[in-house]
T-cell receptor, first 114, second 111 residues
Framework: DAGVIQSPRHEVTEMGQEVTLRCKPI?????LFWYRQTMMRGLELLIY????????DSGMPEDRFSAKMPNASFSTLKIQPSEPRDSAVYFC????????????FGQGTRLTVV | QKEVEQNSGPLSVPEGAIASLNCTYS??????FFWYRQYSGKSPELIMS????GDKEDGRFTAQLNKASQYVSLLIRDSQPSDSATYLC???????????FGSGTRLQVQP
C-alpha cells in the first residue's frame, strides 16, 4: 500500500482565498484524522471520521474550516476564507479500529497564507 | 495544564549514550500510549506503543509506563546521530479514538 496520500504537498495562497486540502487514507482503514502542526501549538487534532462519519470536530478552529469524507477513500479539508494565521502543516492520518492500532500519517501539506 | 506534557529540549547526548525522554499525562483514563519520531520537515512515524505498566523493549528502544504516576518514558540505547529528531508522546483516552500529542522533545545526538 502507498500509505496515506495527501495533496498538494505545498500550497501558497493569498489571504481571503479558498484552500482545499485532500487526503486518501490507507485502504481498509476506517478512521481518518486531520491534524494541524505549528511551532506554537504543536500537533493538534482538528477533526476525525469513523466510517466516513464525523465523530469529533471540536478541534476545528472556526466556521471557516470544514471537512468532508464523501467515501472511504477520500477526504477534504477546506478553509474559506483563508487567513495568515492558518499557515501551518496539515497532516492527514488513518488507522484501523482496535486498542493497539497506530495512526499512520501522510506527508502533510505545508500551507502558507500571505 | 496540558493533557500531555514533554520537555521541549533540546536534549543533547553523545553518540553511544542512553537518551531518556519523558512524558506526563493528565487524564487517568488514558489507555494507550505511543512514541512517534519526527524528522525535520517530515511526518511523524511510530516507534513504540505501550498499554500496560512496566517496560516494553524493541531493539534499542524501551518504553516505560507508570499509570499510577501518569508517566511514560522512552529510552534509546546506543544513541546514533540518525536518532536526532523530535520525539512526540501521544495518548489515547478511553472512548476517544484520536491521539493527543505532546509538544515533542528535540533530541540531538552528537557524533
Amino acid at each position: 500500500d502507498a500509505g496515506v496520500i495527501q495533496s498538494p504537498r505545498h500550497e501558497v495562497t493569498e489571504m481571503g482565498q479558498e484552500v482545499t486540502l485532500r487526503c486518501k487514507p490507507i485502504s481498509g482503514h476506517d478512521y481518518l484524522f486531520w491534524y494541524r502542526q505549528t511551532m506554537m501549538r504543536g500537533l493538534e487534532l482538528l477533526i476525525y471520521f469513523n466510517n466516513n462519519v464525523p465523530i469529533d470536530d471540536s478541534g476545528m478552529p472556526e466556521d471557516r474550516f470544514s471537512a468532508k469524507m464523501p467515501n472511504a477513500s477520500f477526504s477534504t479539508l477546506k478553509i474559506q476564507p483563508s487567513e495568515p494565521r492558518d499557515s501551518a502543516v496539515y497532516f492527514c492520518a488513518s488507522s484501523l479500529p482496535g486498542k493497539g492500532t497506530e495512526a499512520f500519517f501522510g506527508q502533510g501539506t505545508r500551507l502558507t497564507v500571505v | 495544564q496540558k493533557e500531555v506534557e514533554q520537555n521541549s529540549g533540546p536534549l543533547s547526548v553523545p553518540e553511544g549514550a542512553i537518551a531518556s525522554l519523558n512524558c506526563t499525562y493528565s487524564d487517568r483514563v488514558s489507555q494507550s500510549f505511543f512514541w512517534y519520531r519526527q524528522y525535520s520537515g517530515k511526518s511523524p512515524e511510530l516507534i513504540m506503543s505501550i498499554y500496560s505498566n512496566g517496560d516494553k523493549e524493541d531493539g534499542r528502544f524501551t518504553a516505560q509506563l507508570n499509570k499510577a504516576s501518569q508517566y511514560v518514558s522512552l529510552l534509546i540505547r546506543d544513541s546514533q546521530p540518525s536518532d536526532s529528531a523530535t520525539y512526540l508522546c501521544a495518548v489515547r483516552n478511553t472512548g476517544r479514538r484520536a491521539l493527543t500529542f505532546g509538544s515533542g522533545t528535540r533530541l540531538q545526538v552528537q557524533p
